[in-house]
């Protein structure tokens, strides 16, 4: 995409504007403001290298000429000689810089002024609020929201919103350094720095021949599925304006929250704690820019709170009294999740319980992707199109693929979060550094160590065995161990830790029990949401899955079976959340776990110490309901001899 460069005179002072359609540029500054004097520039430079420039030149002109009355030759005289000083360092075609440039004193009365709709810019600048797009999706967002051609130019609205300080303009991709001489050969040794602006990448950037600027042009390969990010690129975001929200002033009581929204004792003092967190945060204002930068994220200034709950203990729940609460102060909310199955079935829940709300669930292939909605429930990667939007953003399963060591999916949502918003983060696995940083008080949190039944959380009995790769027939103590668990009524769940070992587990299982339904899923498996199906039905008694079924699949009477539970793909996090499929329902909450190894290693002693901790620390706090096996079955080694 091409810009113009403009000067601006206004009250003795100059400055370089950037313009998408100098027909907005016109109308504005000859009838909006009487005191500024627009300059024109005739080359046409593409988006980036006139942003790049504008900025440079902004800053070098403020410190030389700040206050003085200059005219508009010695501007002109100004500009001849930086450029020639940018020519060094960014890179842009020899003939366009060397044009005779084009001072216009008066507005050029050729110029066709643009009419700009009242009602349709106010409507633009309010469906933008909180927005990052790209060009495309910005029109297409102007489309949703009533534009049509024969209002003018897309970009001619783009333009009066960023004249109007509703929206500002930037490339898709940031250059922040680059050798003298060119750009070089990009592909074999790229010779500049860069940032993606959308999802800031900063490795997977690539340059190739682009047709709408007609140069090398460097690109971003990393979001590439959801839009072509470039230098040339425009990215539109819109100005989230301030909200006069009243302040949480009062928590209501515990009793209250739980009798409200139906949570547990453990449920509404964790719900409880959050709360109070948030009134904090949201009645502290603005941060300072070192808050606001993510530098300081720890102690007193941490904008962070994790609600570290067990598997099966029910964390939606627990987040409603927080959504209430930001919603109930005319704030935003996201709740975003690594997997679409979790939105999906995640939205539906919130609208009832928000009636009065706007509800937007966005993935890939909604249709609700341009609804202006206070209550977002997206997947992670949806964040990529907000901007300073939202006062809470709730991250669920933060442990899981592909949010894990992800670090553009944390840059994603830290850019959707308002600079004094906050995080609660979800999880019944929380990674090592998270961890860390609750046991040394650096990140508030709250436990929630039971189930809703009140019950321990099944122990893993830990039993040596041979590895399926290594066996011709099912091992003999993983034959017991599926036959005890369908004797009792009970479906099975048998983990592998690889796609190739769902297939040989799948055929020794049917050949050691003939008479019984057994399925396998993998993450290939084009039918796995049909055998899933299958097996909430009852119509498969034995499920084989890799770790693609750790989360999101309950059943109500199910064991678990983890093969080759030792395998270095098993971290402990994994494993917590394969026990964690057991002893969910209250009919059935003394599920029964077996990890079958040929050496226990530290993942699969971390996770039983894990889930273990659990226990005590529920029996500690009074959660469980006392039974005659519950002592029993919180303590016990869990462990077989070999």
């Known amino acids: ?110 110029v066709e002024a643009f009419d700009p709709n009242a009602e349709l810019v106010e409507r633009l600048a309010e469906r933008l609020a909180g927005r990052a797009l ?40 940031e250059i922040a350094a680059k050798r003298r001489f060119g750009f070089g050969n990009f592909r074999k040794k790229r010779q500049w720095k860069g940032r993606c602006r959308r999802c800031g990448e900063t490795e997977r950037l690539y340059a190739a021949f682009c047709p709408y600027c007609g140069s090398e042009c460097p690109y971003c390969e990393a979001c590439l599925t959801m839009g072509r990010s470039r230098f040339c690129g425009l990215l539109v975001v819109g100005t989230s304006g301030r909200v006069s929200r009243a302040v949480i002033r009062t928590i209501e009581a515990t009793e209250d929250i739980a009798a409200k929204w139906q949570l547990s004792r453990p449920q509404a003092d964790a719900a409880g704690q959050a709360l109070a967190f948030l009134r904090e945060r949201l009645s502290a204002g603005r941060p300072s820019a070192e808050q606001a930068s993510g530098k300081h994220r720890t102690g007193r200034n941490c904008r962070g709170f994790l ?12 987040m409603f009294p927080l959504v209430e609460a930001v919603l109930a102060s005319k704030g935003r909310v996201a709740v975003a999740s690594p997997r679409r199955d979790v939105v999906l079935e995640l939205e539906p829940r919130l609208r009832r319980a928000f009636p009065e709300v706007r509800t937007a669930a966005l993935y890939g292939g909604s249709r609700q992707l341009w609804d202006n909605a206070e209550l977002v429930v997206a997947t992670t990667h949806q964040l990529i199109r907000f901007w300073r939007a939202f006062d809470l953003v709730v991250l669920d399963e933060i442990d899981a693929f592909p949010f894990r060591n992800d670090e553009r999916l944390a840059y994603l949502a830290e850019k959707a979060c308002r600079e004094d918003g906050v995080f609660v983060f979800l999880t019944a696995t929380p990674p090592p550094a998270m961890v860390r940083a609750v046991r040394s008080g650096r990140l508030p949190c709250a436990t929630v160590p039971v189930r809703h039944h009140g019950r321990p959380l099944p122990v893993p009995r830990v039993t040596r065995s041979r590895s399926i790769r290594a066996a011709a027939i099912l091992p003999d103590r993983v034959a017991d161990a599926v036959r005890e668990s369908l004797a009792r009524g009970a479906q099975v769940f048998v983990f592998v830790p690889e796609v190739a070992l769902v297939e040989r587990a799948v055929g020794m299982l049917r050949a050691a029990f003939p008479g019984v339904g057994v399925g396998g899923v993998s993450a290939r498996d084009a039918e796995r949401d049909g055998t899933v199906r299958a097996f909430r039905r009852g119509d498969i008694r034995v499920l084989v899955a890799t770790t693609v079924l750790e989360r999101g699949v309950t059943v109500p009477k199910t064991d678990v079976v983890v093969l080759d539970a030792d395998a270095a793909l098993f971290d402990e996090a994994a494993l917590v959340q394969m026990a964690g499929r057991a002893g969910r329902s209250a009919d059935d909450a003394d599920g029964r776990v077996r990890f079958f190894v040929r050496a226990p290693t530290r993942a699969v002693r971390r996770a039983v110490r894990h889930i273990r901790r659990m226990n005590r620390l529920a029996r500690r706090k009074g959660y469980l309901r006392q039974t005659p096996e519950t002592t029993a079955k919180g303590c016990r080694s869990g462990d077989d001899e070999p």
């Open 1 to 110: 995409m091409f810009a113009l460069l403009y000067a601006l005179r206004e009250n003795s002072a100059w400055r370089w504007n950037v313009t998408l359609d100098w027909s907005a540029d016109c109308r504005f500054w000859n009838i909006e403001s009487g005191n500024a004097q627009p300059v024109f520039v005739a080359p046409r430079l593409s988006l980036g290298q006139s942003l790049w420039l504008a900025d440079r030149w902004n800053k070098e002109m403020f410190r030389t000429y700040a206050g003085f009355d200059d005219g508009p030759e010695r501007v002109l005289s100004e500009w001849k000689r930086l450029k020639r000083a940018g020519r060094e360092a960014i890179p842009f075609s020899a003939e366009s810089t060397e044009e005779a440039l084009c001072l216009v004193r008066q507005l050029p009365e050729t």
């Open 134 to 173: 790209l060009g495309p999706e910005t029109e297409r967002l102007f489309a949703a929201s009533g534009w049509t051609p024969e209002h003018g130019p897309w970009t001619a609205y783009v333009q009066w919103l960023v004249l109007s300080g509703r929206a500002s303009i930037v490339g898709g991709v």
């Open 307 to 318: 609600l570290w709950a067990v598997t099966g203990a029910g964390k939606t729940e627990m």
